[in-house]
């Protein structure tokens, strides 16, 4: 990739994932064992994690998933039909924020964090395209603790194809593939360690 840190980051060039309809990037070591240790202990430690909500089937349902979710204080987000008030940036946030905005080229105002206690938790098929995120900017998906299964399925033809994130990694979904895939982190029976997933996203400031 051009004009970016990847070279710097001593990591061998992303992996491409899918086949057509947009793309997701796949990088192993966007953070080392010790740092993603430190990180880990520092977020599960100093964030206010709760219970999500959703609306499924027209019921409302609190997940046992915990998520915190961080942003500029502007900005406005509706997921899953509830409206979410942002958390202020930690210094760790920000310097990973920091870190990613270099590598992506792409400026961040939001982070959704996600903390699954072991593989009983996952998250269902989805794609991230509510109307607030500005859909000419990539997500990325920061992978902290147990290696976990996420797939992807197209919306037409419903192939499907998949990516173990490790500790450490990063998932870059560049539009338009939102628009065509969904993805989900699969639940395992395997026994797995709890696991922090940070997704960077763009706002769009209310008009
Ligand atoms: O935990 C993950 O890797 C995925 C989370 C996700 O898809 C989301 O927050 O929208
Ligand atoms: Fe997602």
């Keep these: 990739m051009k004009n970016s840190l990847f070279d710097l980051l001593s990591t061998p060039e992303p992996i491409a994932i899918l086949a057509k309809d947009g793309q997701a990037e796949y990088l192993n070591n966007f953070y080392a064992v010790d740092e993603c240790h430190y990180l880990f202990k520092s977020l599960l430690s100093h964030l206010p994690w709760e219970s999500d909500q959703i609306i499924m089937f027209g019921k409302l349902v609190t997940t046992s998933r ?3 979710w961080v942003a ?6 509706t997921y899953s039909g509830i409206q979410k008030i942002p958390q202020d940036w930690t210094n760790e946030l920000l ?3 920091h870190k990613l905005e270099q590598v992506t080229g792409h400026t961040y105002n939001s982070c959704l964090l996600n903390l699954y206690h072991n593989g ?3 998250m269902g098929w989805h794609s991230d395209n509510e ?3 500005d859909s000419a900017t990539p997500i990325a998906s920061v992978s902290l603790g147990a290696r976990r299964k996420f797939a992807f399925r197209h919306k037409q033809d419903k192939t499907t194809t998949s990516v ?3 500790n450490g990694s990063l998932l870059i979904m560049h539009p338009p593939m939102q628009e065509h895939w969904q993805h989900s982190l699969l639940k395992t029976k395997i026994a797995t360690s709890p696991r922090i997933n940070l997704t960077f996203r763009k706002i769009l400031p209310r008009i």
Excluded: A, R, S, T
Excluded at 72 to 77: A, K, S
């Design 120 to 122: 009983n938790e996952g």
């Design 95 to 97: 310097q990973i924020k």
């Design 131 to 133: 109307k607030e995120l």
């Design 164 to 166: 173990f994130l490790e």
């Design 72 to 77: 500029d204080p502007e900005c406005l987000y």
């Design 66 to 68: 915990k998520v915190v």
